[in-house]
């Protein structure tokens, strides 16, 4: 249980907004990843806590959830809705939980499955409208039409 905690940790830890701020500076592979690293974490984060949540709070009262690795199974296979039945949370508390673990992770997964599919777009503040994500190749803002003048460092 200390694994997940910890893991549990290090995800807040990458939520902090000074790790996140130097890894955009520092790092050209975080600058371009970001969006898909931060859905991943979140995600990650996601399962190992539902998967400690599943094991602290049913353990006791399932026989089938007889270690960690049987809480963590229960949760990638509410998550992913596949539910083969082997292990069920039962009673109110348990179905909550099931409910919980199904409908939030799958509104993460498809939040990384949408930052891995769609284009990536760049951080640029609009000084007229305050849009923050424009195109990569973005002249005018798309929500007013303000000239912007995105700094690319050479890159394209």
């Given at each position: 249980m200390s694994w997940s905690l910890r893991q549990t940790r290090r995800g807040?830890?990458?939520?902090?907004?000074?790790?996140?701020?130097d890894l955009r500076r520092d790092t050209p592979f975080f600058r371009r990843n970001e969006d898909v690293i931060v859905s991943s974490v979140n995600l990650g984060v996601f399962i190992f806590f539902m998967s400690t949540l599943v094991f602290v709070l049913r353990a006791d009262h399932n026989p089938d959830i007889v270690?960690?690795?049987?809480?963590?199974?229960?949760?990638?296979?509410?998550?992913?809705?596949?539910?083969?039945?082997?292990?069920?949370?039962?009673?109110?508390?348990?179905?909550?939980?099931?409910?919980?673990?199904?409908v939030a992770g799958v509104a993460?997964?498809?939040?990384?499955?949408?930052t891995v599919f769609w284009p990536s777009?760049?951080?640029?503040?609009?000084?007229?409208?305050?849009?923050?994500?424009?195109?990569?190749?973005?002249?005018?803002?798309?929500?007013?039409?303000?000239?912007?003048?995105?700094?690319?460092?050479?890159?394209?």
């Open positions: 807040s830890l990458l939520h902090s907004y000074h790790v996140l701020r270690g960690y690795v049987d809480a963590l199974y229960f949760t990638v296979s509410a998550l992913t809705t596949t539910g083969f039945g082997d292990i069920v949370l039962t009673g109110t508390v348990g179905r909550f939980l099931a409910v919980v673990i199904m993460l997964f498809l939040r990384l499955a949408q777009k760049l951080r640029y503040k609009c000084p007229e409208c305050g849009l923050n994500r424009h195109e990569t190749d973005a002249v005018h803002c798309k929500h007013c039409g303000h000239l912007l003048k995105i700094e690319t460092g050479g890159a394209s």
